[in-house]
């Protein structure tokens, strides 16, 4: 992570908190949580609500979220804290059609779902066969009758539909949650920008499948520049689109305006970074699009 | 059978009205706007068995809040020997499925006959449950 230190302010705490134990979070559901979802809750673990997002509980000191009746009846989903702001961000109403083009596992799949209360209509869609499964296991479990499951490259979605909203949460390096993990590796320079050419075709696919005036959220996990400002950059060159700035209610940083030798430009402090030390939870760089 | 006829047995059964809809598609699946190109639409909700409907447990649970009829509601000894496969006493029922509630939560599909009531839960998410509780 070295390569980053001229990029991540207060780099220490960056340092810190990703040698540190990863807290375990938690999302309401409440296409299925019962009015005393909290109290049931607080039953089984300790619990914190995110300053936020009053959706979103910290579990203290707890290894495994997902052992409890609560979760097995679909009542909450574990998720990142970080993981829920790019939904948060493509704020979706009751009402809307919204495309989330790469969805597995379904995490903000269903939390679409959840926030249109199940009224309007989520395509999720989902390259790989075999993430399909863990999809429709989470669409079930957490009651989400608004999600049709489509298995297809996500370059390739015809376009003979279109919708309200889109979220491309894309394929990415992961370098957000491997900064905890000592066994994992960093993606290299170089895979981060092949990675990058990917990510700009399933963006520009999504300024296609949207309405006018219709919104694209972009989200990913990673910290490489080539897979976030590089892109976004990229795809305000060649497209009819606009940047909107996006505000958030916790401490984070704006996106970045060069890096190395590449300037991006001043547009993309509008998008925003998410660092481990921000809320104690992965990174995630997030950027809304009015098309 | 047709897609209305599934809405009248749940109406029928549990004295659920629903605003969703149910789209064929070798099970009747709950959702909002089925299409053909969509692998799935919504979730599974009902199968048609050689002996008549049954709903599936992750429906029921959706739709916990609209059940009014052939709810059972069950305690934690109870629940747990449902899910080993045991039966418990009941009476007052007509012979069909039925929703099992534990702690005012809807736990999934049972049957009910000649006074017992059994657990229709997957085995395989049964024994998660058992585990959970």
């Given at each position: 992570m070295n390569k980053y230190r001229g990029i991540i302010p207060n780099f220490e705490a960056f340092q810190e908190e990703c040698q540190k134990e990863p807290i375990s979070t938690v999302r309401r559901?409440?296409?299925?949580?019962?009015?005393?979802f909290e109290e049931k809750l607080a039953e089984d673990f300790e619990i914190e609500k995110a300053s936020w997002n009053d959706k979103v509980y910290r579990l203290k000191d707890?290894?495994?979220?997902?052992?409890s009746m609560l979760h097995w009846r679909g009542e909450y989903y574990v998720q990142?804290?970080?993981?829920?702001v790019p939904v948060t961000v493509l704020n979706p109403r009751p009402g809307d059609h919204v495309l989330?083009?790469?969805?597995?596992?379904g995490g903000k799949t269903t939390q679409i779902a959840d926030r249109i209360d199940n009224k309007g209509l989520v395509v999720a869609n989902e390259v790989s066969d075999q993430r399909m499964k863990s999809l429709h296991a989470n669409i079930y479990r957490t009651g989400a009758y608004s999600v049709n499951a489509l298995n297809e490259d996500g370059r390739m979605i015809p376009e003979d539909r279109e919708f309200d909203k889109v979220l491309v949460d894309a394929p990415c390096s992961g370098e957000g949650n491997n900064c905890r993990r000592e066994d994992e590796e960093m993606a290299s320079e170089q895979e981060s920008k092949g990675l990058a050419d990917l990510q700009l075709e399933l963006l520009e696919k999504a300024f296609n499948l949207v309405k006018d005036d219709g919104v694209v959220v972009y989200s990913t996990c990673t910290f490489s520049p080539f897979e976030n400002e590089y892109v976004v950059s990229q795809a305000l060159e060649g497209n009819d689109v606009k940047l909107e700035s996006i505000d958030l209610d916790f401490q984070h940083e704006r996106g970045l305006e060069s890096y190395q030798d590449s300037e991006f430009g001043r547009e993309m402090s509008k998008t925003v970074r998410i660092y481990p030390?921000?809320?104690?939870s992965g990174g995630m760089y997030v950027a809304k699009f009015r098309c | 059978m047709q897609s209305s006829d599934v809405r009248e047995y749940v109406k029928e059964r549990f004295s659920a009205e629903l605003d969703g809809e149910f789209y064929y598609n070798g099970d009747y699946w709950y959702c909002r706007e089925p299409e053909e190109?969509?692998?799935?639409?919504g979730i599974r909700a009902v199968r048609d068995m050689d002996i008549g409907l049954k709903p599936t447990s992750y429906f029921l649970q959706l739709i916990q809040d609209e059940i009014e009829k052939n709810r059972v509601d069950v305690s934690r000894e109870e629940l747990e020997a449902l899910l080993t496969g045991d039966m418990i006493e009941y009476s007052g029922l007509e012979k069909g499925y039925v929703a099992l509630f534990f702690e005012d939560r809807c736990i999934g599909c049972g049957f009910y006959m000649d006074e017992l009531i059994s657990s229709r839960v997957p085995e395989g998410r049964g024994k998660e449950l058992s585990k959970a509780l």
């Open positions: 559901n409440d296409i299925k949580a019962r009015k005393d707890e290894k495994k979220p997902g052992k990142e804290e970080s993981a829920s989330d083009m790469c969805a597995a596992p030390h921000h809320i104690e | 190109r969509y692998e799935t639409n």
